[in-house]
């Protein structure tokens, strides 16, 4: 596709399961970010891969979240032992060019994850 | 800490009437102001940017202020469409090599028919 897909747009899982949400970025696109976005607020910053380079991890609230993006493309976001307070829009971006554009990002239609 | 954070929550505006939101930042040392607009159910859709050299930039029926003095930044949409109806958020890149931003929490706007 010509955007940046997500999946699955939505998901529902218990309290104490794993969780896994995709991200594909635009082809070409050297720059992958996750954001979470809780109801009613702005954008948290998650983590940031760039090219080869080592992720920025800084923004991972806890040891259950972890990122992998393999082939510089496909990335996926697992989240384990999920807790009600995980319950939010996970959002995915990428954008062409590496550091030094400032920030255009092209972003996904986010994975809905609710936890019981 | 730093943060960005904006003047209103929320803004109705008439249908074909001019709007602002509003933006402030505390972070000087930002370069890099970038404004999205997030229409429900979608992910954030780049509207227009502004770096910190400049203090005014235009785009189609969209132009974006930025005042370093006070660390204000407003985006002024021109000739309000039903589809502007939407949640506007500002975001700031604090690194200009990195393009980690941080967003405001955002305004909805809402255009009256």
């Known amino acids: 596709g010509a955007g940046v897909s997500q999946s699955p747009s939505n998901k529902v899982t218990e309290k104490g399961k794993d969780v896994e949400l995709r991200c594909d970025p635009i082809?070409?696109?050297?720059?992958l970010y996750w954001y979470r976005q809780s109801l009613g607020q702005g954008l948290e910053f998650l983590i940031y891969?760039?090219?080869?380079?080592?992720?920025?991890k800084s923004g991972l609230p806890s040891d259950r979240f972890s990122a992998e993006r393999t082939g510089g493309s496909v990335s996926t976001l697992t989240i384990q032992r999920t807790q009600q307070e995980d319950s939010a829009v996970y959002l995915c971006?990428?954008?062409?060019?590496?550091?030094?554009?400032?920030?255009?990002?092209?972003f996904g239609s986010g994975t809905q994850l609710s936890v019981l | 800490g730093e943060s960005v954070g904006l003047h209103l929550p929320t803004l109705s505006v008439q249908e074909g009437d001019n709007s602002i939101i509003n933006c402030a930042y505390s972070?000087?040392?930002?370069?890099?102001f970038i404004w999205y607009k997030q229409e429900s159910g979608k992910g954030p859709q780049f509207i227009i940017d502004?770096?910190?050299?400049?203090d005014k930039r235009q785009g189609q029926r969209v132009t974006v202020l930025l005042n370093k003095t006070v660390k204000h930044l407003s985006l002024q949409i021109a000739a309000t469409q039903p589809g502007d109806s939407a949640v506007y958020f500002c975001?700031?890149?604090?690194?200009?090599?990195?393009?980690?931003?941080?967003f405001g929490t955002g305004t909805r706007l809402t255009i009256i028919p």
């Open positions: 971006a990428s954008s062409l060019v590496a550091g030094g554009t400032g920030g255009k990002l092209f």
């Open positions: 082809s070409g696109h050297t720059a």
């Open positions: 891969f760039q090219g080869n380079s080592a992720p920025d």
């Open positions: 972070n000087s040392a930002s370069d890099y």
């Open positions: 502004i770096r910190s050299n400049m």
């Open positions: 975001a700031e890149n604090q690194n200009f090599g990195n393009e980690k931003l941080t």
